[in-house]
Structure formats: structure tokens, C-alpha cells
């Protein structure tokens, strides 16, 4: 039987911490593995496009890219879809 109350067992906050920062670190891996994704996928995109005559960038479009992160995170969102346009297809 254990002689331990919660209060002893319970984690230090160092322990909490590196146990929570090992997450964020797989979270962030799993982003980057997505942002690739992503960037490859709109490489499809735009070199098809340019293939067919047209032009490799697309404003409307990244209006409604921008309009959707923003609709999900906020002012915020907007800066990060603006990053991720520009990891996607360069700068303009
Ligand atoms: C991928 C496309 O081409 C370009 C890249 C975009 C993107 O990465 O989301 C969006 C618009 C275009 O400027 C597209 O038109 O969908």
C-alpha cells in the first residue's frame, strides 16, 4: 500500500514544465512537417498555373487564405498567413 498523499507525488513545476516543453517540441515538428506539406502542394499549384499560361501568384485567392486564419486566430493569424504565403511561394 501506498503511504504517499497526492500533495507528494504530485510533479514539480521544473517537471511540469520540461514535461510540457517536450510536447510543444513534437507539436512544433508536426507543424514544420505541415508547413512543408503545404509548400509542396501549392508548388503543384502555381507550376501548374504557370504551365497553363497563367501567372504563378494568385491575390485573390491569398485573400481568402489570409481572411481564413485570420476568421480562425485573429489579427494575428493574418501575420502568420502572410509568413506562410511567402514560405509557399517566395516573396512578391
Ligand atoms: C497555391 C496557389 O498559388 C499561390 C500560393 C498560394 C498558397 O500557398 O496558398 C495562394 C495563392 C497563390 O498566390 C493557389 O492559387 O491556390
Known amino acids: 500500500m501506498s503511504t504517499t498523499t ?8 521544473e517537471a511540469t514544465i520540461a514535461a510540457a516543453r517536450e510536447r510543444i517540441d513534437a507539436i512544433d515538428d508536426r507543424i514544420i512537417g505541415l508547413i512543408q506539406e503545404r ?6 499549384v502555381q507550376q501548374t498555373r504557370i504551365s497553363s499560361g497563367g501567372r504563378r501568384v494568385s491575390l485573390s485567392r491569398e485573400m481568402e487564405v489570409l481572411g481564413h486564419y485570420r476568421e480562425a486566430l485573429g ?17 512578391i
Open 6 to 13: 497526492p500533495e507528494e507525488t504530485a510533479a514539480t513545476p
Open 39 to 44: 509548400t509542396a502542394v501549392s508548388a503543384v
Open 75 to 91: 489579427k494575428p493569424g493574418t501575420s502568420l498567413a502572410m509568413t506562410l504565403l511567402e514560405l509557399c511561394r517566395g516573396r
